[in-house]
T-cell receptor
């Protein structure tokens, strides 16, 4: 149980294009989903928290117009990197929780998406 | 505020050696504590968790005990295998998750 999938697993795009990453909870309803970014050999950096049907809450320093997050249903959240540039190249990981975001318990992580911007 | 501190890696061990990865935390309230494992090129997998003081989480031979008096949640395994080579993250839950910096474990045959 508690499986989270991400698609695509790997994407290469040209500078200036937009890329959408999907995160799905396969066997549970995800009240809250989280998007992280991980740099090589580093820990995870929380980018934003999203609750189904409401606007995402972004961490300080994360541009909400650049990283668009949509949590349209209890099983799907999407992250769109708009006008991507080489510095946006990274490993993006989503996670999902079945608890209210104010009382976060276990998070279940997706396998990650490797984004390379040329 | 909340934070997690993990021992610096990498940790290199021979197969069947005893493993300890230290994790200490600071927190307000009574958070749950977690260990996640990340294999190369993959996301994080929940390894074990403990939700209150003195709880012991265990899975696949790994154990960690929630020690409130020492604010620690050290990960241990009695006999490591080459397949345990990965990066291990300690984390605590609050209004969001707080992760340690990760500890890379290399197990040699």
């Amino acid at each position: 149980g508690a499986v989270v999938s991400q698609h695509p697993s790997r994407v290469i795009c040209k500078s200036g294009t937009s890329v959408k990453i999907e995160c799905r909870s396969l066997d549970f309803q995800a009240t809250t989903m989280f998007w992280y970014r991980q740099f090589p050999k580093k820990s995870l950096m929380l980018m934003a928290t999203s609750n189904e049907g409401s606007k995402a809450t972004y961490e300080q320093g994360v541009e909400k117009d650049k990283f668009l997050i949509n949590h349209a249903s209890l099983t799907l959240s999407t992250l769109t990197v708009t006008s991507a540039h080489p510095e946006d190249s990274s490993f993006y990981i989503c996670s999902a929780s079945d608890r209210d975001s104010l009382v976060t318990d276990t998070q279940y992580f997706g396998p990650g998406t490797r984004l390379t911007v040329l | 505020g909340n934070s997690v501190t993990q021992m610096e890696g990498p940790v290199t061990l021979s197969e069947e050696a005893f493993l300890t990865i230290n994790c200490t935390y600071t927190a307000t309230g009574y958070p749950s504590l977690f260990w996640y494992v990340q294999y190369p090129g993959e996301g994080l997998q929940l390894l074990l968790k403990a939700t209150k003081a003195d709880d012991k989480g265990s899975n696949k031979g790994f154990e960690a005990t929630y020690r409130k008096e020492t604010t620690s949640f050290h990960l241990e395994k009695g006999s490591v295998q080459v397949s345990d080579s990965a990066v291990y993250f300690c984390a605590l839950s609050g209004s969001k998750f707080y992760f340690g910096s990760g500890t890379k474990l290399n197990v040699k045959p």
